[in-house]
């Protein structure tokens, strides 16, 4: 009787032991695929904008190769080649806002990287943070840009190279609600 409790005993406690395992791995995978952050400081090299690794004109396949997320098909369309939009199957994040990215194929090769954020009431606050953090790491912008019309604003800064330019976009309006887009991509 006694070895069989002990059995019994040594069961459980493996039980146990499994059990707990197993939850502390769903917690940490879990963790891991919370948002990413945006990579602002991975924006550039070798004098050139660019995200991260990814080569511009890299194919469609080559990019899913780097990426450790997977891209699913969105919007294609028509002018001067065709365009097609992939788009990220996790959240990123920057400043407090969440964002989503997409990728830009034009004619089986990366152009763009856009990384688009719904914002709230303190969109000055976060533009001109995430404007000095740019600022900071690529020096001054190349052009600054102010448009409005009809109920939209739109405020933007450029950094420009040979070959390639980053962007950081604000839409406002009176139709539209608080909008950010930062885009690295091919001139």
């Keep these: 009787m006694k070895k069989k409790t002990s059995l019994l005993m040594a069961a459980v406690i493996v039980l146990v032991i499994v059990v707990l395992a197993f939850a502390a791995y769903f917690m940490l995978a879990r963790k891991e695929s919370g948002p990413k952050a945006v990579p602002l400081d991975e924006l550039s090299a070798d004098g050139e904008y660019q995200f991260g690794e990814l080569a511009w004109g890299a194919s469609l396949e080559d990019v899913k190769k780097a990426l450790p997320y997977e891209l699913t098909e969105g919007m294609k369309w028509?002018?001067?080649?065709?365009?097609?939009?992939?788009?990220?199957?996790?959240?990123?994040?920057?400043?407090?806002?969440?964002?989503?990215?997409a990728f830009e194929f034009h004619d089986g090769g990366l152009s763009t990287v856009k990384f688009s954020f719904h914002l709230g009431e303190d969109y000055e606050e976060w533009i001109a943070e995430q404007v000095q953090t740019l600022t900071s790491l690529y020096g001054q912008e190349t052009d600054k840009m102010e448009n409005s019309s009809d109920g939209y604003a739109s405020k933007g800064y450029r950094w420009d190279t040979e070959n390639t330019s980053l962007q950081i976009i604000l839409?406002?309006?009176?139709?539209?609600?608080?909008s950010g887009t930062i885009v690295v991509g091919v001139k």
């Design 78 to 101: 028509e002018a001067d080649g065709e365009y097609i939009e992939y788009n990220a199957d996790t959240p990123f994040e920057l400043g407090g806002r969440s964002a989503t990215a």
């Design 171 to 178: 839409m406002t309006g009176d139709k539209i609600k608080p």
